[in-house]
Every structure is written in C-alpha cells, then in structure tokens.
C-alpha cells in the first residue's frame, strides 16, 4: 500500500489523507456524518442505497461517496440543502412500502432505518402505496426472517459470500419484487448468523431470541467469546439475569472480529442459563454412594480435610491440579498458586488437546493479529481446519485473498473449503504433516517428505519458493498435528528465512478460548500431562483438584482412571464423565458471570466481564480456589477482586508484565502479550528425531478425499452447545420443516426423532 | 395529507393477493442427461474462460429436456456442473422471466407489459387471452396446454403490441391473430422451445 498523501478539501476543512482512501470514511473519521446503508467497510462496493450521497466540485450532479476514491484537491461538501434534499428522497423512497411494524419487530430500537428516519425522514407521507407484507418465517433454526423489511442493501448477501464462502443467500427476482432467500426456503450453510448481524432492518433476526426482550430492556456487557482461541469480542445482552442473546453489532462491541461471530459465539450460550447447571456445592461422603448437596463451608472444610489427609499419607507430590484452557487467566493463576504454595506439588498441567509449549520456547518471530491476517502477503497453513475451529481466522484468511490477493498455501490430509481459496494445496496422508514441516524448514528432505506426503517434491519446493519470493508479511499458521520437535523446527523458521523486506509471524491454532493463556501462566510446565496424570492416578497421583473436565480424548483407554482416585475435586458448570467419580463437586460461574481475561491465538490480553450474577450458589473458579486454600490456612489475600488477581498474575508472568485492567479495558485497542522471542538455535537433534520418526510413517495410507462441510464437528452436540435446543435440528441435518412459518423448535416436539441422543461427542470448542 | 390521487405501484409479490413465490422443493436427487446434451453443454462451457459463466445457456438447455422448467433435480444438476451453490441458480432463474421455475403449461404465453406494448393495447391482449382461456397471468390451464404471464420489454417495441411463444416472436398482435395462434397452439402445429 502506498502511503502517499494528498489533500482532499471536506466542508471548507482541509485534510491530509492516504492516497487511495474511500471518500465516505475520510468524511466519517473527521466529523462529517454521511449516512449509509449499504456500504459496508471491507466489502464489495454495491452503491445502491444512495443515501451518502455528497457533492463534489467539478463533478456533475451529486455522488456516491462509498465509492468515490479520493483524489488529489478534491473539494467536498456533504452538508447542503441539494443534499439534504436528496437524502430526505430517498428515505421517502425507502419508507414507500416499508411496513410500519417496528412494535413487533426484535429489531426496533436498534434498526438503522428507523434512525435514517428520525434524521432524514419527513412528517408526511405522501405515497400512498399498498405496505408489503409477509408472514413470519424462518430460513433456518436460528435464522427468522421477515422478507417483507428487507431494504435490499445486500449486506448479507455479500458477508455470506465474502467472509463465509458460503454464498446460501442471495437475492432472487428483480426489481420491485426482489427478494433475499435461498432457493427451497431453507438455509442450509454453516448457520453463523452474520447476515443477522449485519441487517440493518428486522429481515433477518435472530431465530432464538425471537419476541424475547426488545433490546431497550437488555443490559449490555462486553466480554470476550468463550468457545474457540480466535477470542471475538462480543456484547452480551441480559435481563434479569439471564442472558438473552449474543450479538457483535459495532453500535455496542468493536472489537478484532468487527461484527463478525460465528454460531457458536451467537447462539450457543443458552448454556448459561441452563437448567442442568449444578446449583450447590456436593459431597459423596462414600465411594460409589450418591452427590449429596452441601454448604460452600461443608464442602470446603471436606475438600481441605481430605487433602490433608492424602499429603499427609502419600506426600504432596500424590496430589495433582489440573487447569483448564477454557477457564479465566485468573481462575488458571489461582491454581498454579494452589499447587505450588498450598500443596507444593510439580503435577500440574490443563486439560488442553496439545500443548504449545514446544512452540514458544522456540518462538523464532511474534504472533500475527487477526488485522495481520487480513493484509498478510502470503500464508502458510499446516494442518488445522480454521473455518471449523476458528472461524474468524478463517474468515480473515479468506478475506486476505479474496480482497487482499495474499498467497494461501495449505498442507492439509483433507481437502478443507479454505484449500477452494489457495494458491496451493498440497493434499497429504492423514498423519504425515511432520513430513511437510520437515521438508519447508530444510529443502535436504524434500526427496523423503514427498514419499511419504504421497505428494511430488516439486510441490514442496513450489510451497518455499512462494515463501522465500514473498514481500511482506509471510504468516505461519498450524494445527494440533504437530509434534513438539515438529512445533519447534516451525518456530525457528524465520531466523533462517526473514529478511528486510519479509517479516514472519506466527498464528498458532490451538482449540479453547484460553489455550494460549493457560500457557502463558505456566500451568503447561508441570510435570505430567492430562493423559499421564490419569495414567499415574491410582499409582503415584492419589488425589486431583480439576478445574472444569478432562476431554473425552484424556479419557479414551483409560474411563477407570478417575475411579482409582483417593480423592477428586472438581469445580464444573454441569456434570461430566468427570464428575461422575468426584467427591466433590464445587459449582462454577461460568464465562458470563465471572470477570476476568483470556489470552487469544494473537496473544491479545482481552478481558471478560460479568454480564449477570453467578447462577444459583456457584462462584468464580478463582474465588474457590482461594476459599480453598483459605481452608487449608493460606490466604491468597485477593480481596474479592479479579483485578487485584491480574495484577499479581501479570507481575509474575514475565509476557504480560505492566498489563493491568484499566489497560485492557478499551476493546478497540487490545493489548498484546509480549512473548519472548527465542534466539536461533541448533535443532540437529530434533531434526534427527523427526527425520526417524517420518521414515517410519506408512506410505501406503489412503488419502482422505471430498471436502467436510463446515459445521460438520459441531453438529454433534457436545457439552456445552449441546445444550442449545435448535442445534439438535443441526445436528439432525438440518431438515427443512414441513411449514417453514412455524417455529422450527416445535419440529423437534412434532418429530422426535430428530434430537440427537448419541453419546456426546468430542468437539473442539463446545 | 396531500389530496392527490395514490400513486399506484406495479403488482408487488408481498402484497395479501400475491404472496411469496412458495418455497420450491429442496432437490433430494439430481437429474441425468444423454451424452449428446451433455456434450452440447460442454460445448457452451468450453467458450467462457470461467465456468460458471455458461449458466444461462445450460439453464435453457435443462429447461427444454426437463419438460419446460427447472425442476430442483435440474437444478442440483446446475450447480454441480457449474461448480456453484444451488442458491445462485435460484438467483438467476428468478431473475430472467424465460427461466420457469415452476413448471408451465406446453405454450408459454408470454406477453409485454412494458411502455410501447401497454401504449398499444398489451392489456387489450392479456385480457383477451385471459377470457379466451380462462385463466389469469401466471396460471396454466388445467389441461396444461396454456401459461399465461406478462413480462417486461422483449425488446421489439417497433412491432408492439407483442408476445413470446417458446423462442418465437409473435408481433402487431390483434385479437383475431391471437385467436388464430391459439388455434395453431391447440393444432399442436407451433414450436414450444421444450423437448
Ligand atoms: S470465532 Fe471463536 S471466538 Fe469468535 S465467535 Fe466463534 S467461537 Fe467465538
Ligand atoms: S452507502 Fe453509498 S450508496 Fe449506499
Ligand atoms: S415494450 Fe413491449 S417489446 Fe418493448
């Protein structure tokens, strides 16, 4: 991007803008209200609402300032009584057969047409012309729609398309009797609900709130997503204490992922108010006998009690704490300081699928934001399924390359969507992605990945060649494949092949909200990991205090492991396969009733904020931690106070030293954790393990063909989304219901056969 | 409140009488051609550097070997040929008012409603059919032999007023000569543009 600059004259005002800025946002980001409804910032230009509109010296009549790229001495005016008058057309216009229903829309009071109404609309109507009507519909579970408000902006159509690659809606017919729909009625995509987000009017509205609240009576609390690492920042609307709906709208939120969410941010937190959520602490005073309910102090004095009891038997050491990657950096913090302080043992770690800790320790450059994913030049991504996973960087990802011209290598066993945006797909065994690190980080290898990728090795020189021809940034993306040498030799990339003109970052891809975080406060350095911990329970680990659940992958070959246990302690929303063998059960507060932060796949320190109070007894993890230790006769002195938390965990963490909450309280400008970068270094040896371990790989594995559909993984209801009634339909495959004017819950009553019974299934992210 | 006359809006779909174009049938099996059709398909695929380009000329290819309209087997057939989601067929078809996405009578009745048309009598012509017939634009007789619809300008104003019948012109329309195409139509002596 050329950073020449030029003056553009605005209302008398002269300015020095950027050459190739957009007239509308020049206007707007120097005090010049124009107001829009089509145009939308990072999307395809579609001029048809002419509501912005602006005069410009020596051009004839007035223009579209959304599409108007400044020009040197260009002279502006947007305010005038030609303009006024043209604007004041053009909502009479809108306003011609609009219905005038906005008492029973969910979108009144927050619509930005009844605001381009009260600004530029007049007190007499004089069309009189029949007001277009539809019956109530749906296009999906979550998705409502009353085509009869539709403004024809086309936001939706062009986020579908552009940031989902999902082009399910579009517009049909023309003229006066275009439509947006899907052909059938019916929405079948990945269901994120951002054509909902981006609605200016009530057309499209959220299925699972419909005729819930209006949004006057909601309160509205920012707060950081809790299901994936991409960390959105969303505002959470609750009344009464109860969370009513999840949106990203810019009139509240404006954080990394703009107005993006994916479904999982938008619809699946009715697990907050669930009914199922535990309501008091609980005890099993006898192995095999049943949870009885409890006092905090009662449950507290029998934990503490206990504990003392095992280390007194066994040692400190036979006492296990094990975090979470979904929980709060303080909630993670008080634990570490649980292990080592009150109980002094090494046997800590967090229910993670993998850790990155191989990765960090050879950190060779810094983590890429999601703005650095939209306006990276090239990106290379190794295993992983973002699209899935981490939706928004998917979405940047696919938004670098369609609107940005970024270079997309993908190394992936499947054939993911993305790899339909790439310049490259290099489609490889299941298993070999090792092979592919090997051979990008030192070409000698090239001859053996190949065999064993069952791919040519011109294609792996092709992939570096595309690397090292880069100018800018180059961004290196990978799942959870990897091994930890293979992590390592990856993060040491850069020092061999950065230059002044390309700069390397890193955009790990780890599955929980707080993956990156429980990393950061050291709770991944323990001795064992969740696997071992469970292998060892029984034998040298007597006792574990479990802050949320092991994964169904920990518990795989070993579903006894918990039962062998002395004693468990576990702190859940719900119950689990883990708590099925605890003894006791302490209920937590889960991500809307705590206040706290996560750390994203950026690194960016986000904070989470309490939007209701904690739901019957429960209590913030790192509250009972602390009560905990209080029993045990420490006190972690953090005076009921979450900042007062960070501050010690942020003076104790060397990469988020100086943060403090007032510093993070701004979600437009987040703060980002500054991981050390590790010096090169000799990685002959693990160079060496890999190259034994790839020559073992199979090459007669098959490949896996056809493209999984996204949403494929949620669909199958885990914990916490399968507590949202409309994913059932989902996961049912998204049956089109007889009438689509009725309520597709009721679908699930009529037919039940459609809600999903199977066992829960292991699903990043729920 | 002026004490002008209402300003009067073309037929518009959302209004009570004309409600939404029903939700169309979400194809559950996708439709098959003779090699000969496919290979006349491939022959307009192959004259646009981008695929998805040829979608009209497949559309009206589908149209006449599925009796007249894009049936939802037709249609999935569409996308996946042209590699596009269903929903941008549905786009187009709806778009173009040749394209039927309902199915239509054996003659499709086609006639403008533009300006040169309307100036010369189209609605003289329409009601005329409508009479003759028995049925009103966009219905088909219940022998399935007629659709009636009106559309926008053909493009051949010189010659209002006019209607399309399958891919033929049938222009400076009087009564008597629709009589007459009528005849010929029940003779089974006129081409329908459908196989
Ligand atoms: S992309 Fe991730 S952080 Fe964003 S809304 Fe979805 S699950 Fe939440
Ligand atoms: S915002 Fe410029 S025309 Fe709609
Ligand atoms: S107005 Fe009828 S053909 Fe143009």
Redesign the interface.
Known sequence: MSSESIKVTINGSDYQVEKGARLIDVCRSNGHAVPSFCYYSDLALQASCRTCLVRIEKMPKLQTSCTITCTDGMIVTTESDEIEKARRGMVEFLL??HPLDCPVCDRGGECELQEMVFDWGGL???????K???PEKYLSPVVAND??RCILCKRCTRVCDEWMG?????????G??T?I??????LNCSQCGNCIEVCPTGTLLDGTYRHQARPWELEQTITTCTFCSDGCQMSLGSRGGEVMRAVARDRYVNGINGEFLCIKGRFAHPFVNHEERLRTPMIRYRKGGKLIPATWDQALEFAANKLRETADAHGAEAIGVVGSPRITNEANYALLKFANEVVGTSNYTATDRFSLAPFFESLGAGLATHRDIRFAKTIVLVGGEPEELQPLTGKQIRQAVRNGGAKLIVINSRAIRLQQQAAQFIHIRPGAEDAAVLALADERFDELAAKKLGVDASELSTARGTVLDTEGNCIIMFGGELSPAAQSLLAQIPHAASTDKRRFLFHPLPLYNNSVGAHDIGLMGGAHTASSLLGAAGAEIRALYVAGSFLPDHLRGQEEALSKLDLLIVQELFETETTRYADVVLPAASFAETDGTFTNNDGLVQRVRASIPPAHQSKPDWMITAALAQTLGMDFNFQMSASTVFRELAERTTAYNGMRYPLLKDETKPVQAKHAIAPRRDLADEIEALRLSIESLDETAEKIMGTPPVGHELFKPGELTGKVPQFHLLAAGNP?PPD?LISPLYQITIDAGLRRTDEAVAVAGD | ??S?R??Q??G?????NN?????????NEIATFSPEVIAEMDAHIAKYPVRRSAILPLMFIVQRERGGYLD?PG?AFLADKLG????????V???YSMINTEPVGKYHLQVCRTLSCKILGADKITEHCTQKLGIKPGETTEDGIFSLSEVECLGSCGTAPMMQIGFDYYENLTTEKVDGLLERCRGGGMSNGVR
Not at chain 1, 124 to 130: A, W
Not at chain 1, 181 to 186: E, K, L, P, S
Not at chain 2, 12 to 16: A, G, H, K, S, W
């Open positions: 011609a057969n007499e109507e004089r069309f009189r012309e029949r277009n009507y539809a085509p009869q999902e082009d399910a809606i579009e517009a049909g017919g023309r006066v009797n439509v729909g899907t052909y059938g009625g019916w089109k689509v | 409140m002026s002008e209402p300003i809006s073309p518009n779909q959302f209004t009570p409600p939404l174009p029903q939700e169309a049938k979400l194809p939802p249609v596009v989601r269903i929903t941008d067929i549905w786009e078809a709806t778009f």
